[in-house]
């Protein structure tokens, strides 16, 4: 594996699952495999979750680690070619990155999008760019428009969780929030989801809130949130602003909270979230509260996913 | 040890400040006791010698540690319950803190009162909290109304440094300051002092600056500092805000602060402060600058009083 | 080595060149000499290079290395003697210091100028009380009006890239900038290249740039940029604020920026600056992106750079 930026980046799904699953149940087995080698976590946004699981995910394959925390440590970053440099930018990622390359064996990025123009998001500018110029593996710990960890664990946690020998019906239901989201967890899952190709993947939100159909295509699309939970296994809730009319909060309708009422009528499902979750905003207490949740397994299983994939970039077929 | 929260965690006083002294001898004695564990150390406010002397303490232990501002690195958390999260906190630590448990074999957290409610402070509901629902040791790195890290290390300062075969004078006189600041150190000093018994213990501050009973029952109270002074082995310093009428500052009055004519009457005492002091506000540079002064050797005891903590939560008795 | 602060701490200039290039071609050949020992890394301003390349010399000589972000991670500090402190500081580096010192090995700080005051930046104030009081080495990290780490980075990056047997001829150059920054890199630059006495060293500037003679003496002053460019073999560009009239910017003329076209008259010099560096204000994109640019080259020696003189302060003679 290269980079680890979208699920393209993956010859095989259910290989690197297995490879997770096995770093769960012996965290310590390859604990030479990254001996003097070094992991770079800069981060350009704030992160609990994935801070802590892949850097504890590189500790355990032998790796050292150093946190950077972009503009709070150091310094803004400059995208644009051939700016002129005479504003509140102090360094251009031309400059920035093929040091950081020459620093690190591995580099990880987190880089949230602006919402604010569509094209720069979607053409995952701030990365591509860093992949372009560090010249080593480089490694999303989520960027504008993706967040591939993320949907590795989730599909990890489905995998464990789910014993029966027929397909899951997964449920991606869009949830209230106060804030203007990126659109990444709920891409990166229907492109995940879509890809493992072993579920039947239904997507309900309400109108406005269509996704990027290169995410979503191969998923039912059902706009009644009730119909779309009859019968599901697992259910992900998540928030995400509008794309077509890029980042904005047209419906933040509270019927749309998942609630344990709404769970009555799905195959006792599994609720799924990739925190930090609004309680009672987005999903309720009720439910949180509920063995339903597994939120804190597929959180927990972050450390696994990033072991595997940190493992693979380290060239550990 | 389950947790650390208060002397109430601590079989023997004398058992510990021995450990701790062991430590101080050879550093690196138990260095694979904490060998494939790791601490994780949660700052939901700033700290420096707290900071440095548990990673230090941690590390010579064999574990790794990982630092987490939060807020500053991630999420303003929530602790009320049943909250509706429409507002700024983005977590609830009925969610952050069972992840934090699977990340982690020992959590420190930092977490500062308001100094606005007084049930909840005294209820200690975020520390709380957090043991409640982490799921692992929890270590108070200070918390609202206890600071139990520095009062082991003044106990174990005072025993290295006192070599008579008597009760010492021991007095905790009130000092003013610029700013309303927690009663933690004192509370706790006068709650590991009184828990110890081996000293005859004097507290000494202006009227309206009473602490909680629960705290210093035992302790003398003397309301004029110069006859609390008289005959004094050691003199620990330290500002606090009112108890009664919560959080304020009703006397500042500059003749509190501790001066070297005020020592003379003392039997040569040695001078403590937890630090930071607000140098010439607090206590004077005549006796910061002087032998008398211990702050430096208290300060550097942190590490030892960590490291002995830290190997009973790890389990070694 | 005692301390690392100034040229006048380095015995033999060739000697920890050569001792930074053999930790360059094998990074971890003393692995062991900094077992059991702890870098401190202080941080008053912020960093990238810096923090990241001294941390990871320290850990090649098998350090613990802590980070630690004073005013963000902790505290304001108080560098004046005698202060009253009822104001913003919260803790004298009287104090602060010594507990550093019982907590590490080896002292990093950094400390940027304040450009208000020449006497106190120039007497380099905050780094010398650290020194004062900290009682183990110190390691400046770029301090009021020097950055030795940086110079040291220059002249082994000149050494390795300089093949042939004469002097090379070297110019610093001003360059525009939008904001006020140090003499630090140039100050720093001027002493080194001048100690270490093998080139053939021109300084270029607008009027009312001087730099301070105890650093510049010994080098060339030509105020035509051209004519000074003539006949270069490296080129170092750099902003600084002036010297005489402190802290200012009186001319930021742009013609004083690095072309290609201006380097047409020198020996295919090799351009040099130490980063960050503003695109198209002090450098032009062409040149940045040209095989004549080592800019890249001379931010990754930092590593070794460091590396050589934590060595020094192990006491690897």
Not at 95 to 102: E, F, H, Q, S, V
Not at 177 to 192: D, E, I, R
Not at 257 to 277: F, G, Q
């Given at each position: 594996m290269k980079n680890f930026i979208s699920v393209a980046d993956v010859d095989n799904i259910d290989a690197l699952v297995a490879k997770?699953?096995?770093?769960?149940?012996?965290?310590?087995?390859?604990?030479?495999?990254?001996?003097?080698?070094?992991?770079?976590?800069?981060?350009?946004?704030?992160?609990?979750?994935?801070?802590?699981?892949?850097?504890i995910a590189a500790e355990n394959l032998g790796m050292k680690v150093i946190v950077f925390n972009v503009g709070q440590d150091g310094w803004a970053l400059e995208f644009e070619d051939e700016a002129i440099m005479s504003g509140n930018t102090v360094e251009h990622v031309?400059?920035?990155?093929?040091?950081?390359?020459?620093?690190?064996?591995?580099l990880g990025i987190r880089t949230f999008p602006s919402l604010q123009n569509k094209v720069d998001d979607y053409s995952e500018l701030y990365i591509q760019q860093f992949m372009k110029?560090?010249?080593?593996?480089?490694?999303?710990?989520?960027?504008?428009?993706?967040?591939?960890?993320?949907?590795?664990?989730?599909?990890?946690?489905?995998?464990?969780?789910?014993?029966?020998?027929?397909?899951p019906?997964?449920?991606?239901?869009?949830?209230?929030?106060?804030?203007?989201?990126?659109?990444?967890?709920?891409?990166?899952?229907?492109?995940?989801?879509?890809?493992?190709?072993?579920?039947?993947?239904?997507?309900?939100?309400?109108e406005d809130y269509e996704l990027d159909e290169k995410f979503t295509k191969g998923a039912t699309y059902e706009p009644n949130q009730d119909k779309a939970l009859h019968g599901a296994d697992f259910v992900?809730?998540?928030?995400?602003?509008?794309?077509?009319?890029?980042?904005?909060?047209?419906?933040?309708?509270?019927?749309?909270?998942?609630?344990?009422?709404?769970?009555?009528?799905?195959?006792?499902?599994?609720?799924?979230?990739?925190?930090?979750?609004?309680?009672n905003v987005e999903l309720s207490d009720e439910i949180l509260d509920s063995a339903n949740s597994i939120v804190t397994q597929q959180a927990s299983n972050r450390v696994w996913a990033a072991q595997a994939v940190i493992s693979e970039l380290l060239g550990n077929k």
């Open positions: 997770a699953l096995a770093f769960k149940k012996e965290a310590l087995k390859s604990q030479t495999l990254g001996a003097n080698k070094r992991l770079g976590l800069l981060f350009l946004n704030p992160s609990m979750r994935t801070r802590l699981s892949t850097q031309k400059d920035a990155a093929p040091i950081l390359g020459k620093y690190f064996d591995v110029y560090a010249g080593i593996p480089v490694l999303s710990l989520e960027s504008a428009t993706l967040h591939p960890l993320q949907s590795l664990t989730d599909i990890i946690t489905i995998q464990e969780t789910f014993r029966e020998q027929r397909r019906r997964i449920v991606l239901t869009w949830a209230p929030h106060v804030k203007a989201l990126p659109q990444c967890v709920a891409n990166s899952f229907a492109q995940w989801v879509n890809a493992w190709g072993k579920a039947d993947f239904v997507i309900t939100h309400p992900y809730v998540k928030n995400w602003s509008t794309y077509t009319d890029y980042g904005r909060i047209y419906n933040n309708d509270p019927a749309w909270m998942l609630t344990a009422k709404k769970l009555e009528s799905t195959n006792n499902a599994r609720v799924m979230h990739c925190l930090p979750v609004r309680r």
